[in-house]
């Protein structure tokens, strides 16, 4: 049974920092490539980083570039989003996803992405 389960988030300052992460079971993670998504109340889900599944290519959307990291742990079967700097505009349910990897590549687009978890609140106060 496929899991992906993210933990990690909370409530934090403007300014702060947040290191969430994302366990999964049920299938091979090092064959898949993974995402960061998030969704605020009334806005469509937007891509905010993804890895290969090697870990050698990341990507990240131009709002988060520069304070959000993505990393993973293929011998823990877990992703991670260390997220510094935080903003007000950040608040939003984060969602952690995997796509089959088909290269040295990755997508901030949902279509390949297969499995999802549940996600986690962040809300990051003024």
């Known amino acids: 049974q496929v899991q992906v389960v993210e933990s990690g988030g909370g409530l934090v300052q403007a300014g702060g920092s947040l290191r969430l992460s994302c366990t999964v079971s049920g299938f091979t993670f090092d064959r898949y490539d993974m995402g960061w998504f998030r969704q605020a109340p009334g806005k469509e889900r937007e891509g905010l980083s993804c890895?290969?599944?090697?870990?050698?290519?990341?990507a990240y959307v131009d709002s988060v570039k520069g304070r959000f990291t993505i990393s993973r742990d293929n011998a823990n079967d877990t992703l991670y989003l260390q997220m510094n700097s935080l903003k007000p505009e950040d608040t939003a349910m984060y969602y952690c996803?995997?796509?089959?990897?088909?290269?040295?590549?990755?997508?901030?687009?949902?279509?390949?992405?297969?499995?999802w978890g549940q996600g986690t609140q962040v809300t990051v106060s003024k």
């Open positions: 996803a995997a796509a089959v990897g088909h290269g040295n590549w990755c997508f901030l687009i949902e279509e390949p992405y297969k499995y």
């Open positions: 890895i290969s599944r090697s870990g050698d290519k990341t």
